[in-house]
């Protein structure tokens, strides 16, 4: 009946502003750090693993099925991690595993980054170099407005 749909969208509305509210008790903007890894590769690189690390503390570690690499080939991006950061620098590493046509791929990448009162989002991007005929491992800082 429409009343009872009317009520589950209801229900899944609430549902949404709470898990909004959650966030932002949880993980204030001044402290919040979010890190997204997103893929654009196809020939050099299939994933197995990343793992996260700020300040030589591992914060996030993930195995990837393949039903997972082809949703981020497909252009899909995945929250690795989100959680609260003091005021200042900080170092964040990335660790990529993986297998390439000719050899099993082991990469790191690093970034030093000074967290201010605003968000900090960060993005580990893998991308295949045809001019170098392999992948290429970065973590980029998206700066707010």
């Known amino acids: 009946t429409p009343q009872i749909e009317s009520l589950k ?6 549902n949404r502003d709470l898990l ?3 966030e932002e008790l949880l993980y204030p903007p001044s402290n919040q750090v979010a890190i997204y890894l997103s893929m654009d590769i196809g020939q ?11 300040d030589n503390k591992l914060v996030a570690s993930e ?15 995945q929250r690795l991690y989100m959680g609260n950061l003091k ?3 900080h170092e964040v590493s990335a660790f ?6 000719q050899q099993d ?13 605003n ?12 001019a170098q005929l392999q992948p290429t491992f970065d973590i980029k800082e998206w700066k707010s407005e």
């Open 96 to 101: 990529f595993t993986g297998k390439g046509p």
């Open 63 to 77: 195995l990837y099925t393949d039903k997972q690499v082809n949703a981020l080939f497909r252009g899909g991006v």
């Open 87 to 89: 005021a200042g620098e």
């Open 119 to 130: 968000p900090l989002v960060l993005e580990l991007k893998i991308v295949d170099s045809t």
């Open 20 to 22: 909004i509210l959650e």
């Open 9 to 14: 969208e209801s229900v899944l509305t609430l």
């Open 44 to 54: 050099f690189f299939n994933l197995d693993a990343v793992k996260v690390e700020i």
């Open 105 to 117: 791929y082991k990469r790191g990448a690093k970034l030093v980054v000074n967290k201010t009162q």
